[in-house]
């Protein structure tokens, strides 16, 4: 069996969940195929991250910007619901970077 996923998505919220000692990233994520009125819905994917992943997170990334995560569902000692826990996170693109080239 495989617990394998990758996200791709623009960060909307970076916050800390003191009682799992992890960063939990909200990543909204457009749908591939358009509704019935012809546009893409997204969704609103909250990405647990543990270690050293969640520091280089929250120092190197801001809200808006692009990052691919690749992680697998797990349920938490103390949740009640599957999370998606980050494995590995690439970031993409900043909108930093993309001011500093339109200078």
Known sequence: MCNNYVL???I???KEDKTNK???VTLTVPQSFK???GEHDTNFIDVRMF????ESTKEYC???DIVGVRGRLQKLENDKE???IAERVSFLSSKALRKEDEE
């Open 22 to 24: 992890c960063a939990i």
């Open 35 to 37: 509704n019935a009125n």
């Open 51 to 54: 270690g050293s992943i969640a």
């Open 62 to 64: 801001k809200i808006g």
């Open 12 to 14: 909307k919220e970076i």
């Open 8 to 10: 791709v998505g623009r």
């Open 82 to 84: 599957l999370n998606v």
